[in-house]
């Protein structure tokens, strides 16, 4: 394609998907941040709360004029022990902890990115050779950022999988 118009063009779609990639990877980063540590709060809480649950007895227990009943009592530590378990297998099957990580350095990637073509076409016609050049050498950056940060989280999760079918050696 030598016609610059049809240059512009491509460069003004490709920088108008840059910008939706930017904010998705973004938001994708909060969000998974937000739940990586929320869930490990409940996990943390959670298990130093279950057992403290457990030793209180199986009795009733009478706290500022409130009777909790021994069934209550004896279920509480059943809850929170369900709910540790749950929080856990959210946590490890979407993988909060590394997909944080992973989308904040894309975006940091992609960013560099933006920034170093802009530096490297300024001042240049666009649709000539030189432009051009600069122009796919920045798609491809682009594309392998995004490809890298999607096959690190499926290897993740592969990961994660074998760890959890590995049967125990027997005796």
């Known amino acids: 394609m030598t016609d610059a118009s049809g ?3 491509r460069e003004k779609v490709s920088l108008e998907r840059v910008e939706k990639d930017l904010a998705f990877y973004k938001a994708t980063g909060q969000r998974a941040r937000e739940w990586s540590r929320d869930l490990g709060l409940i996990i943390m809480v959670g298990s130093i709360i279950a057992p403290v649950a457990i030793s209180v007895g199986s009795g ?3 706290i500022s004029k409130i009777t909790v009943s021994s069934e209550v009592i004896k279920a509480i530590p059943i809850f929170i022990t369900l709910v540790v378990a749950i929080a ?3 946590r490890r099957m ?3 902890q590394t997909r944080w990580v992973s989308t904040g350095v894309t975006h940091q990637l992609i960013t560099r990115a933006l920034d ?3 530096d490297a ?3 240049m016609e666009i649709g000539s050779e ?4 600069e122009f796919l050498k920045f798609k491809k950056y682009l594309n392998d950022a995004k490809s890298k940060e999607a ?3 499926f290897s993740n999760i592969a990961e994660m999988e074998k760890k959890d079918t590995k049967v125990p050696a027997s005796n």
Do not use: H, K, R, S
């Open 7 to 9: 240059w512009a063009l």
């Open 60 to 62: 009733p227990v009478t």
């Open 88 to 90: 856990e297998g959210v």
């Open 94 to 96: 979407f993988q909060f």
């Open 116 to 118: 170093d073509y802009a």
């Open 121 to 123: 076409t300024a001042g």
């Open 130 to 133: 030189a432009w051009v050049t």
């Open 151 to 153: 096959e690190e989280y």
